[in-house]
Nanobody
Framework: QLQLVESGGGLVQLGGSLRLPCTPSRSTLEYFAIGWFRQPPGTEGEGVSCISATAGSTYYADSVKGRSTISKDNAKNTVYLQMNSLKPEDTAVYYC?????????????????????WGQGTQVAVSA
């Protein structure tokens, strides 16, 4: 069983930045596509950003494109989601998820296939 640990959430002001790390419990990051998802209250949620197992492909939702960057650091066994210019509508619980090696970022973030593993989430709140 693989566990995913998220951190980095918190309360930030409008226009601020956050970096959300996602660390698997085993050093297997290169074998998984990783995605960040969020679910604001009362919504079905969305795939915010995903990165392929090789880190050769990335996806960003239109809502965060241009102000977010997803990256993999295999040496630290961690995926980071850097979010800048935060807005109140970014307020949500953010979840990290992992899918097996062959999963594409489209399948993971757009089609929203069921992840193999989920983290427990980290709360992000942006104040106006």
């Amino acid at each position: 069983q693989l566990q995913l640990v998220e951190s980095g959430g918190g309360l930030v002001q409008l226009g601020g930045s956050l970096r959300l790390p996602c660390t698997p419990s085993r050093s297997t990051l290169e074998y998984f596509a990783i995605g960040w998802f969020r679910q604001p209250p009362g919504t079905e949620g969305e795939g915010v950003s995903c990165i392929s197992a090789t880190a050769g492909s990335t996806y960003y939702a239109d809502s965060v494109k241009g102000r977010s960057t997803i990256s993999k650091d295999n040496a630290k066994n961690t995926v980071y989601l850097q979010m800048n210019s935060l807005k109140p509508e970014d307020t949500a619980v953010y979840y990290c998820a992992a899918n097996h090696f062959q999963t594409t970022v489209q399948d993971m973030c757009v089609t929203r296939i069921r992840p193999d593993y989920w983290g427990q989430g980290t709360q992000v709140a942006v104040s106006a």
